[in-house]
């Protein structure tokens, strides 16, 4: 499961969702250019990826007094969207300033990303 913001995308990360996986699932032969290309993407968003509740019992514990209000407060989620997830899983990874917020639109992200967060 995902949410994808302004900010950033919002994601679970399951036990399937490896780099391997994900290159049999996109149907890329490993060990070609593309490979290494997609390899480095799935490397800076997802194995990159911040996970909340780890940031908030370091960093915001005092300062919020729930993990979901820290949510809603510090990222924008609406309640609908923080309902959505086993909250101790979420991972952030802010993908504004590049073209992986491009690439999950609608339209093509249910086949490649879906299956595996």
Same mark, same amino acid.
């Given at each position: 499961? @995902? ?11 399951? *036990? ?15 060990? *070609? ?5 997609? %390899?480095?993407?799935?490397?800076? @968003? ?9 940031? @908030? ?22 309640? %609908? ?9 979420? @991972? ?26």
């Amino acid at each position: 499961m @995902y949410v994808l913001t302004k900010k950033g995308i919002f994601f679970t990360r399951t *036990s399937s969702f490896t780099k391997s996986n994900f290159l049999l699932l996109a149907n890329i032969k490993p060990n *070609s250019w593309i490979a290494t290309v997609v %390899e480095r993407q799935y490397e800076q @968003y997802f194995e990159n990826a911040v996970l909340l509740s780890t940031e @908030y019992k370091k960093f915001y514990l005092k300062e919020f007094n729930s993990f979901n209000i820290y949510l809603s407060q510090r990222y924008n989620l609406f309640s %609908e969207e923080i309902s959505l997830f086993d909250t101790t899983k979420i @991972y952030y990874r802010n993908v504004t300033s590049y073209i992986m917020g491009q690439l999950m639109t609608k339209d093509n992200d249910s086949n490649v990303f879906y299956p595996l967060i």
